[in-house]
């Protein structure tokens, strides 16, 4: 480099220093030396908002909750199966048709069952004329009775009139014996006509019992021909239909099964180390995945079973939901929810809360005038668990506080809410 050129480099630096250094200003920072302002002093530091991230109060509890999956079944399902052999005649309904009690939902042949009653019916026909020729028999042994009863006063009146003149002379003493006899042949013969009516009574108590038994065998067959026409007993929705006409089935077998849609139960298998807490009538939460956009569903706890499983220590437990319009149906996966027993109470971050000696505080964040600022509020705290802690007073639902800042705050702070806050404040 010539000394012309080294020359000019030295006027430059020495320029850039005169514009560093002005008098009575002291040294400039490069920032007001790149912008030809003056920076900012530490009291307007000060007074810049702090930036805090904040987030709303929420009702809730610092039990663990645990979602446990399970299958819809109807409140109540039955199986229609048939009680007498024979070929399906006719099948009514169909999967998914809502039926009524004592509606025919299928039949069954009963035409054997028909003549059978028939058969017995005669039988028992029979049976009521014996009774009804007995009865007539009863009648005349009564009446002779009665005729016997009458001939033997008769006779006594003879006997001791006759017995009477027999003493006094008047008569002889064969006439007397006479009169004496017949009475006693009198007395036999009311004897004899008492006896045939307990014999006759002997046998229309017989008859009797063979009407009787014959009534049962009628009552029987009727009830066998009955089970020909297979009937709801209550209001349900078949949920499966498993025969057609012309099938031919045998005693048990099933033909429909129905089930009561408008009430739903959801068995879940709960472990024996949650099983304290949860208590018959327990509300819980259900959440369908066929109805993703389906609000949860409330139901309660209705049966806690007494077994546990040897192998695996789970409990069934059952969740009952009300399905009043039926839409939800049977066989789907259910996912439930078991509200914690207890009251609830605001939960927050243990971060947000400032401990002291003898009091707790909370920064509640307050809109004034388009300004944000931040109240130190004293709060009651309950139970703390994984980093959580319930807050007993001092801070109400929705309202937002400072979960943390950069700096530390005082009553009054202006702050500046962070993009990690939750929810807008107004």
Same mark, same amino acid.
């Given at each position: 480099?010539?000394?012309?050129?080294?020359?000019?480099s030295?006027?430059?630096?020495?320029?850039?220093?005169?514009?560093l250094?002005?008098?009575?200003?002291? /040294?400039?920072?490069p920032?007001?030396?790149q912008?030809?302002?003056?920076g900012?002093?530490?009291?307007?530091e000060?007074?810049?908002?702090?930036?805090?991230?904040?987030?709303?109060?929420?009702?809730g509890?610092?039990?663990?909750?645990?979602?446990y999956?399970?299958?819809?079944?109807?409140?109540?399902?039955?199986? /229609?199966?048939?009680?007498?052999?024979?070929?399906?005649?006719?099948?009514?309904?169909?999967?998914?048709?809502?039926?009524?009690?004592?509606?025919?939902?299928?039949?069954i042949?009963?035409g054997?069952?028909?003549?059978?009653?028939?058969?017995?019916?005669?039988?028992?026909?029979?049976?009521?004329?014996?009774?009804?020729?007995?009865?007539?028999?009863?009648?005349?042994?009564?009446?002779?009775?009665?005729? =016997?009863?009458?001939?033997?006063?008769?006779a006594?009146i003879?006997a001791d009139?006759?017995?009477?003149?027999?003493?006094?002379?008047?008569?002889s003493?064969?006439?007397?014996?006479a009169?004496?006899?017949?009475?006693?042949?009198?007395?036999q013969?009311v004897?004899?006509?008492?006896?045939?009516?307990?014999?006759?009574?002997q046998?229309?108590?017989?008859?009797?019992?063979?009407?009787s038994?014959?009534?049962?065998?009628?009552?029987?067959?009727?009830?066998q021909?009955?089970?020909?026409?297979?009937?709801?007993?209550?209001?349900?929705?078949?949920?499966?239909?498993?025969?057609?006409?012309?099938?031919?089935?045998?005693?048990?077998?099933?033909?429909? $099964?129905?089930g009561?849609?408008?009430?739903?139960?959801v068995?879940?298998?709960?472990? $024996?180390?949650?099983?304290?807490?949860?208590?018959?009538?327990?509300?819980?939460?259900?959440?369908?995945d066929?109805f993703?956009?389906?609000?949860p569903?409330?139901?309660?706890?209705?049966?806690?079973s007494?077994?546990?499983?040897?192998?695996?220590?789970?409990?069934?437990v059952?969740?009952t939901?009300?399905?009043p319009?039926?839409?939800?149906?049977?066989?789907?996966?259910?996912?439930?929810?078991?509200?914690?027993p207890?009251?609830?109470?605001?939960v927050i971050p243990?971060s947000?809360?400032?401990?002291?000696?003898?009091?707790?505080?909370?920064?509640?964040?307050e809109?004034n005038?388009?300004?944000?600022?931040?109240?130190?509020r004293?709060v009651?705290?309950?139970?703390?668990?994984?980093r959580?802690?319930?807050?007993?007073?001092?801070l $109400? =639902?929705?309202?937002?506080?400072?979960?943390?800042s950069?700096?530390?705050?005082?009553?009054g702070q202006?702050?500046?809410?962070?993009i990690l806050?939750?929810g807008? $404040?107004?």
């Amino acid at each position: 480099m010539g000394s012309n050129g080294f020359q000019t480099s030295i006027r430059l630096i020495a320029g850039l220093g005169l514009v560093l250094l002005m008098p009575g200003c002291g /040294l400039l920072t490069p920032s007001e030396a790149q912008t030809g302002r003056p920076g900012p002093s530490e009291s307007e530091e000060s007074d810049q908002p702090i930036a805090v991230e904040t987030a709303r109060a929420q009702v809730g509890t610092l039990t663990d909750i645990v979602e446990y999956s399970g299958t819809t079944r109807p409140q109540q399902q039955v199986a /229609l199966r048939a009680q007498t052999p024979g070929e399906v005649v006719s099948v009514n309904v169909d999967v998914g048709d809502p039926v009524g009690p004592g509606q025919v939902l299928a039949q069954i042949d009963g035409g054997l069952l028909a003549a059978r009653v028939n058969e017995a019916q005669a039988e028992l026909s029979v049976r009521q004329s014996e009774v009804a020729e007995d009865e007539v028999a009863i009648a005349d042994a009564q009446a002779a009775a009665i005729q =016997a009863q009458a001939t033997r006063d008769q006779a006594k009146i003879d006997a001791d009139r006759l017995r009477t003149l027999a003493n006094q002379g008047a008569i002889s003493q064969q006439a007397a014996e006479a009169a004496e006899l017949a009475l006693i042949n009198a007395e036999q013969a009311v004897k004899s006509a008492q006896a045939q009516i307990k014999a006759q009574q002997q046998v229309i108590a017989a008859a009797a019992s063979r009407v009787s038994a014959q009534e049962a065998l009628v009552g029987e067959a009727r009830q066998q021909l009955a089970w020909v026409n297979l009937t709801s007993q209550l209001p349900a929705t078949v949920l499966t239909r498993l025969v057609d006409p012309g099938d031919y089935v045998q005693v048990g077998a099933t033909l429909l $099964e129905l089930g009561t849609l408008n009430t739903l139960k959801v068995a879940v298998q709960v472990s $024996e180390l949650d099983l304290a807490q949860l208590t018959l009538g327990q509300p819980a939460q259900l959440r369908l995945d066929a109805f993703p956009n389906l609000e949860p569903i409330s139901g309660r706890i209705t049966r806690i079973s007494p077994v546990a499983d040897v192998a695996s220590r789970l409990v069934a437990v059952d969740v009952t939901m009300a399905n009043p319009d039926s839409r939800i149906g049977s066989g789907l996966l259910a996912r439930v929810r078991f509200q914690p027993p207890g009251d609830e109470h605001i939960v927050i971050p243990a971060s947000a809360l400032k401990t002291g000696p003898n009091e707790n505080t909370l920064f509640v964040i307050e809109q004034n005038n388009e300004a944000t600022t931040v109240t130190a509020r004293t709060v009651t705290v309950g139970q703390e668990r994984q980093r959580k802690v319930e807050i007993l007073s001092g801070l $109400e =639902a929705n309202e937002p506080f400072v979960v943390q800042s950069d700096q530390p705050l005082t009553d009054g702070q202006a702050v500046r809410l962070s993009i990690l806050s939750d929810g807008d $404040e107004e």
